[in-house]
């Protein structure tokens, strides 16, 4: 298989530029011409045309588009398997939304030691936006994620939910919150929605941050009222440093388990999904 043919149609796919493509693939411009003359040799189809404009994909570019992700993710996946072989007889690569990850990452990935004790696992704390990045470029197996992008590649279900309570440093009434000693979270669009919605007087607060660990940290350096998981405002009560708010409602986050179109029915893959579906539901 020859990925630079692949590497670099899809380049040019994004830059519309033999120039610019070559610049961001560190080789010449006759090289990246000879590259897409080889392709379309092997396709006998001209994927691109060029004219004062710049360079405009064909029909057939633009239909070969979708095989050329799904040969590029294929590659990188079977490179980084082979790379890493040691003992074990296979290797994940996984990935979790930040905010799940103190709750949830280790009994997670305790429940998928005992179910494949021969899988090599690699796991990161990330944001959904780099996970479905890594997803559709091959670098990521499965994630579980709270902003779907329903790229053509991915296969998402949803498989939880997760409730954020506020809490504040200084008082038990929704009333007594005030915006200039709020810290926004803003830890998905969804959220964002249903926040603004229910609590718009809120939503124009001078400070903000995009996870629990940072929220939380400004609670106890700045004091002041915020959103945070659940689990995060029961401790924060019980060790006397914030109250939670009774009165603000709860605000929900839909919770989804992303993989390739390729694997979303594979066996370990679903075994996987559903340990956290457990967890998330509390039977685990």
Excluded at 53 to 62: E, N, R, W
Excluded at 186 to 212: K, M
Excluded at 255 to 280: D, F, P, W
């Amino acid at each position: 298989m020859q990925v630079d043919l692949i590497e670099t149609f899809l380049d040019l796919m994004e830059t519309r530029s033999f120039n610019r493509t070559a610049e961001r693939l560190n080789v010449t411009q006759s090289t990246v011409s000879h590259r897409v003359k080889a392709l379309e040799a092997q396709l006998s189809r001209k994927l691109f045309t060029r004219n004062r404009g710049g360079t405009v994909p064909t029909a057939a570019g633009l239909r070969f588009i979708d095989y050329a992700k799904a040969l590029q993710n294929q590659w990188h996946e079977a490179t980084r398997s082979v790379a890493g072989a040691g003992a074990l007889e296979r290797s994940m690569r996984l990935a979790i939304q930040h905010d799940l990850a103190e709750s949830f990452a280790g009994p997670w990935l305790a429940a998928i030691r005992r179910e494949f004790p021969e899988t090599e696992i690699y796991m990161e704390a990330d944001y959904s936006n780099q996970m479905n990045r890594d997803l559709a470029a091959g670098d990521l197996d499965l994630s579980i994620l709270y902003t779907p992008h329903y790229l053509p590649d991915l296969h998402y279900e949803r498989i939880g939910e997760l409730h954020y309570k506020m809490v504040s440093a200084e008082r038990r009434d929704l009333a007594g919150i005030r915006a200039e000693a709020y810290i926004r979270a803003n830890y998905s669009p969804a959220f964002e929605r249903v926040h603004r919605l229910a609590l718009p007087h809120l939503s124009v607060a001078p400070v903000a941050a995009g996870q629990d660990m940072a929220i939380t940290a400004l609670l106890k350096a700045l004091g002041g009222a915020a959103y945070v998981t659940g689990d995060t405002a029961a401790r924060l009560a019980a060790d006397g440093l914030a109250y939670i708010v009774a009165e603000a409602p709860a605000i929900p986050q839909a919770i989804y388990a992303a993989t390739s179109l390729r694997t979303r029915h594979a066996h370990q893959h679903r075994k996987i999904i559903g340990v956290m579906m457990e967890l998330l539901s509390g039977r685990v």
